[in-house]
């Protein structure tokens, strides 16, 4: 269904609902002669009349009438659909795989993703730790942080996002 159609279809929506010709088309800020257009082209395709007109009023016929109801809810569906979609366009769900360095991780990585994911429910996360560099592209991270020393390996753009400097801490045994 092209667009022309669909409008069609809530042309003869507004007709159905205000009873006339001349309130549908105010309601759809159309000219009246849009509006009878459009209704012409529905009873064209339709092979019968949906509105029947005569010298002093306007109104659905049977045809219509059930036109009209099955019309008017597949439009809210229609509708419906659209809100949805909007709405899901706009959040952050999905999966994210972080992966990063053992002693960064805990100390760093950890407490932004716990707040990101508190923000974002509909969002799983997980985080990979390694002493070892992971390249992304087999690791399949999303989000990699990496130590200084492998910035050379990198085959793309790295950005600073923290600098630290690792800590060791030694027990001793009695």
């Known amino acids: 269904m092209d667009n022309g159609s669909l409008r069609d279809l809530e042309t003869f929506v507004a007709i159905a609902e205000e009873g006339n010709l001349t309130a549908a088309a105010r309601r759809l800020d ?4 849009a509006v009878s257009r459009s209704l012409q ?3 064209r395709e339709a092979g019968t009349l949906l509105v029947a ?12 009438e059930k036109f009209y109801a099955r019309i008017k809810q597949v439009l809210g569906d229609l509708a419906m ?17 972080i992966c990063g360095p053992t002693l960064f991780g805990p100390r760093y990585i950890a407490p932004l993703l ?12 997980s985080l990979g730790l390694s002493e070892e560099y992971d390249d992304p592209a087999t690791t399949g991270a999303d989000v990699t942080a990496i130590r200084q020393s492998a910035l050379r390996l990198l085959p793309f753009a790295a950005v600073r996002l923290v600098s630290y400097e690792r800590q ?3 027990a001793l045994r009695e």
Not at 30 to 33: D, G, H, M, T, V
Not at 81 to 97: F, I, K, N
Not at 114 to 125: G, I, K, Q
């Open 30 to 33: 159309k000219s009246l002669q």
């Open 41 to 43: 082209v529905l009873e």
């Open 168 to 170: 060791m801490d030694f």
């Open 114 to 125: 716990a707040a990101f994911l508190s923000r974002y429910p509909e969002l799983t996360a």
């Open 53 to 64: 007109r005569t010298a002093r009023q306007r109104r659905l016929t049977t045809a219509g």
């Open 81 to 97: 659909a659209r809100a949805e979609l909007a709405d899901y366009a706009t959040a952050v769900s999905g999966r994210l795989h």
